[in-house]
Nanobody, 120 residues
């Protein structure tokens, strides 16, 4: 009933920038926290950044000062602006949202994943 569709990502050189987007669609009453996670090969999925419905943000220490999370509550979309990218940022990035459906059921939804590769 709720889908998250990601866009953006790709290959970028170290020091470059990328922007990820994730749009929620379906039978949505409201969206609480939205966030981004990433999973590198051979590693566990880890938190990158989250943003609440009122705009409070939280970042992993490894991306503070380089990444910015934002959201458009009208478009039900969350963004991740990634600057000063490092090879260590290479991973599959997933968006996540806590969505309340029109039936007032809470869904913990995930996007399909987007590859980000930082390499020269």
């Amino acid at each position: 009933q709720v889908q998250l569709v990601q866009s953006g990502g790709g290959l970028v050189q170290p020091g470059g920038s990328l922007r990820l987007s994730c749009a929620a669609s379906g039978s949505i009453f409201s969206i609480n926290t939205m966030g981004w996670y990433r999973q590198a090969p051979g590693k566990q999925r880890e938190l990158v950044a989250t943003i609440t419905a009122t705009g409070f943000t939280n970042y992993a220490d490894s991306v503070k000062g380089r990444f910015t999370i934002s959201r458009d509550n009208v478009k039900n979309t969350v963004y991740l602006q990634m600057n000063s990218l490092e090879p260590e940022d290479t991973a599959v990035y997933y968006c996540n949202s806590e969505v309340v459906g029109l039936n007032r059921v809470r869904y913990n939804s995930w996007g399909q994943g987007t590859q980000v590769t930082v390499s020269s």
